[in-house]
């Protein structure tokens, strides 16, 4: 293909053949792995929010995402009902295809097969894509359609098919039916072509008409969102306030996103993929993905976001570092970093790590090490240790008495099981779980799973514990071990002002 002229600079040469045999073998090694451990524990306390909302709260909005998640969610549990397993085959596909499509970005940087091997192997190991890719949450569909807008706009770049530009604003507007954070990558985007080129881009109608896919397709969630006082904006806030006081602050943001990115192999990708993307000749048409990922880091940093947010730059910065490495033989002193051995190491860490691959005795039962299995591990023995506290109740005062979980986790898993064991729907006073309906004015009693006496004795005259979650063969202290079940009785207040008194964001 001929180099095209744009900007003063030349458009990138037509790239060398697609390394088909090992990414795609690289990519169903991953589907594998992360089909063959799903089934291992049960759902996650996200997924069983996805699925309780789904099933029981259908809408077009929630308090802390939009619709997408609760209705994959419920799909697949229409599909394969109550299987795990079937409800992160979709998680799997899309890392596998995270996975092709980062060599694809680096053949598009110029990458020849050794750069599409690497950058996709760096990309099937990182343990931060390697766990996301194991649930289907937020944080797995939004960064896959980050690889996606990046791979379009790079490939636009070389090719110039305005139609690449069209598709990238409907893999936007999809990603804003996940989660809203693709507005920053995109506004990096724009910062960097900005600053460097090309902003031929600008004058491409099929930009705007694919920037104004974003908008119509996100009307039903902003008119829920009208409706319900813009709750959304308060989740910021709180995602700030949860990283200062359990994530280690902002100062920890940024190594976190480099470690897990993967240790030794990933971690130094990253940082020598942004310096290549801002210095090296070879792709200063693609310079501007270096500045976007510098402005995406800055806005996660001050705006105190997870760490994990940033995960989905780590298949443009593989790419650029692999192109580099194999245009130019690396220095002596980490010449050993993009090398089989460093990777075969850090596959093995990284699986260790992020997946549930290890026996249950073996974990430590801590969230922060464990955060995996810790959160979902006991979610039916909960339910069902509420559904014998509520069976025990006298027959003449279940219709007045409800059941409400302290943590939409909780309240989540009542939904999820509790309602065949015989219980009636959930309420739950936190963050989504609140908007979703307060409990009757004629309850007189609540069933309260989680919590303590102190916590829910605010509310109410008498609270008496009548059950404890017990998991017998779990060692490790998982997040469902020692759970009490309280029998709270007389509120303090009318149920209006009660459950608005109870919210927790």
């Not at 500045?291 to 994990?308: K, L, M, P």
């Not at 980490?334 to 990777?343: C, I, L, Q, S």
């Not at 609540?446 to 009548?466: C, I, K, M, N, P």
């Not at 779990?474 to 009490?484: H, I, L, R």
Request: net charge positive.
């Amino acid at each position: 293909m001929t180099a095209v002229a744009v900007d003063g600079r030349r458009s990138p040469a037509a790239p060398g053949p697609f390394a088909r045999l090992p990414v795609f073998a690289i990519a169903g090694a991953t589907a594998a792995v992360l089909l063959a451990v799903s089934g291992r524990f049960g759902y996650f306390g996200d997924e069983l929010y996805f699925l309780a909302s789904g099933r029981y709260h259908p809408a077009w909005g929630y308090a802390d995402n939009p619709w997408l998640l609760p209705m994959l969610a419920r799909f697949f549990d229409l599909v394969t009902p109550g299987s795990v397993i079937g409800l992160r085959v979709l998680p799997a596909l899309l890392t596998a295809l995270g996975v092709v499509l980062t060599a694809l970005i680096a053949r598009e940087f110029g990458g020849g097969r050794r750069a599409q091997t690497v950058s996709a192997a760096a990309f099937a190991i990182s343990p931060q894509l390697l766990g996301t890719g194991h649930l289907l949450m937020t944080c797995t569909v939004d960064p896959f359609c980050w690889v996606l807008v990046s791979w379009l706009v790079a490939r636009w770049v070389r090719v110039r098919d305005d139609w690449l530009l069209l598709y990238a604003g409907i893999a936007t507007a999809v990603a804003m039916q996940a989660k809203f954070l693709i507005i920053v990558f995109w506004a990096g985007l724009v910062l960097g072509l900005l600053l460097s080129g090309p902003r031929e881009i600008f004058r491409r109608p099929l930009l705007w008409v694919g920037a104004a896919i974003t908008p119509l397709l996100s009307v039903p969630t902003v008119l829920w969102q009208a409706d319900h006082g813009w709750v959304y904006r308060s989740m910021p806030g709180v995602i700030a306030g949860q990283v200062e006081q359990a994530w280690g602050g902002r100062s920890a943001i940024v190594p976190m996103a480099v470690l897990t990115a993967g240790l030794f192999v990933g971690a130094f990708l990253v940082f020598h993929g942004c310096y290549c993307l801002l210095r090296a000749p070879e792709l200063r048409s693609f310079r501007f993905f270096g500045w976007a990922s510098i402005v995406v880091t800055i806005a996660i940093v001050v705006s105190a976001g997870r760490y994990y947010y940033l995960s989905g730059l780590y298949a443009v910065l593989f790419a650029a570092s692999a192109t580099r490495i194999e245009i130019r033989m690396p220095a002596r002193w980490w010449r050993w970093v993009p090398t089989w051995p460093a990777f075969a190491v850090s596959a093995l860490l990284g699986l260790y790590i992020a997946l549930p691959v290890r026996p249950l005795g073996a974990f430590t039962g801590s969230a922060l090490v464990d955060f995996l299995p810790v959160s979902s591990i006991g979610w039916p023995q909960l339910a069902a240790t509420a559904a014998d506290a509520y069976d025990q109740l006298p027959p003449g005062t279940r219709a007045h008495t409800v059941v409400m979980g302290d943590t939409y986790w909780q309240a989540s898993a009542l939904d999820v099981y509790g309602r065949a064991d015989g219980i009636p729907r959930a309420y739950g006073p936190e963050r989504g779980y609140w908007y979703m309906g307060r409990p009757p004015a004629t309850t007189r009693q609540v069933l309260y799973v989680g919590g303590t006496s102190h916590t829910v004795g605010a509310y109410f005259d008498s609270v008496r514990q009548v059950g404890t979650v017990h998991l017998p063969h779990v060692d490790a202290e998982a997040a469902n071990q020692g759970v009490p079940i309280w029998l709270c009785t007389g509120p303090r207040d009318a149920w209006p002002r009660l459950w608005a008194r109870m919210y927790q964001p």
